[in-house]
């Protein structure tokens, strides 16, 4: 029983039937499952919120590698002591230290260019 006293199966019996069946379509599904592919958008890449997205990407990248060489040339910079410098290693790591900071140098001027290559377009 249904909650008036009336069943269910008359409940059915009462309402209207239509003869007409109503089929929405939407393309949201196909532009899904076709964007979904792991191609990239070019026209995107050269357009100026692509050209962005492009400089940001750099400039995080560059900034972070600046960050862990400086970590690893001031590591390798103190690892040099003076007891060392009677051992036949020293050369190597003094040379291993002025590279590191080099490649720092690099790294840091990388990402300032990429900083105001990213400021100059916004």
Do not use: K
Request: proline share 2%; hydrophobic share 40%; charged share 10%.
């Amino acid at each position: 029983m249904g909650v008036s006293g009336i069943s269910l199966g008359e409940m059915e019996e009462a309402r209207p039937r239509s003869q007409t069946v109503t089929t929405t379509t939407s393309s949201y599904s196909e532009t899904f499952s076709s964007s979904a592919s792991l191609s990239y958008d070019r026209g995107f890449l050269t357009s100026p919120p692509g050209v962005l997205l492009l400089a940001e990407i750099g400039l995080c990248f560059n900034g972070s590698a600046f960050v862990l060489y400086l970590t690893a040339a001031i590591a390798d910079a103190t690892s040099i002591g003076i007891e060392r410098h009677h051992n036949h290693n020293y050369n190597s790591w003094t040379a291993s230290s002025f590279f590191a900071f080099l490649v720092t140098v690099c790294y840091a001027a990388s990402t300032y260019f990429s900083f105001q290559s990213w400021r100059t377009r916004s």
